[in-house]
C-alpha cells in the first residue's frame, strides 16, 4: 500500500493478504463446486436428466407403453465415469404378444438401437414379468 501515508500503510498493509486470499477463493469456488455436483450425482447413482441419452431413453418407455399387453414400464439410468447403467422394467399381461425368449430379444434389440449408444458406453438390463412387485 504504497500510496497511504505511513501511520495508515501499517494499519491495512497487516489485512491486504487476507482480503486478496479471500478474494481469489471467490472467484475461484465455482470450479470445484461444478465437480462435487458432477461427483455427488456420480456417486448417488443418478444421470442428469437433461442429456439426449435419457431424452432417449424416456421416448423408448412413451413408445412402450402403447405396446398390447404392455401395463407398466419403469427405467432407472445410472451414469458411473463414462458407462451409462440402463435398467428397463416391463410388466406385462396376458395378452402380451412376445411369448418366446426369441420375441423379447428382439424387443431388447429394438430398445438397443433406440438408444443410439455403443455397446462399450452402457449396460443394458431389460427385465420383463408378468408379476408388478417384481419391478
Given at each position: 500500500?504504497?500510496?497511504?501515508?505511513?501511520?495508515?500503510?501499517?494499519?491495512?498493509?497487516?489485512?491486504?493478504?487476507?482480503?486478496?486470499?479471500?478474494?481469489?477463493?471467490?472467484?475461484?469456488?465455482?470450479?470445484?463446486i461444478?465437480?462435487?455436483?458432477?461427483?455427488?450425482?456420480e456417486?448417488?447413482?443418478?444421470?442428469t436428466?437433461?442429456?439426449?441419452?435419457?431424452?432417449?431413453?424416456?421416448?423408448?418407455?412413451?413408445?412402450?407403453?402403447?405396446?398390447?399387453g404392455?401395463?407398466?414400464?419403469?427405467?432407472?439410468?445410472?451414469?458411473?465415469?463414462?458407462?451409462?447403467?440402463?435398467?428397463?422394467?416391463?410388466v406385462?399381461?396376458p395378452?402380451?404378444?412376445?411369448?418366446t425368449?426369441?420375441?423379447?430379444?428382439?424387443?431388447?434389440?429394438r430398445?438397443?438401437?433406440?438408444?443410439?449408444?455403443?455397446?462399450?458406453?452402457a449396460?443394458?438390463?431389460?427385465?420383463?414379468?408378468?408379476?408388478?412387485?417384481?419391478?
Open positions: 500500500m504504497p500510496f497511504l501515508p505511513e501511520p495508515y500503510h501499517g494499519m491495512w498493509a497487516r489485512y491486504a493478504d487476507p482480503v486478496m486470499v479471500a478474494v481469489l477463493a471467490a472467484l475461484l469456488l465455482p470450479m470445484p461444478g465437480v462435487l455436483r458432477e461427483s455427488l450425482r456417486v448417488l447413482l443418478m444421470a436428466p437433461d442429456e439426449p441419452l435419457m431424452r432417449r431413453l424416456e421416448a423408448i418407455t412413451r413408445d412402450l407403453r402403447t405396446e398390447p404392455v401395463q407398466r414400464v419403469i427405467h432407472h439410468a445410472v451414469k458411473s465415469g463414462r458407462i451409462y447403467f440402463i435398467e428397463v422394467d416391463i406385462v399381461g395378452g402380451f404378444p412376445l411369448q425368449l426369441a420375441g423379447q430379444d428382439t424387443l431388447r434389440v430398445i438397443w438401437n433406440a438408444l443410439e449408444i455403443s455397446s462399450g458406453d449396460w443394458l438390463s431389460v427385465c420383463i414379468t408378468t408379476d408388478a412387485r417384481r419391478v
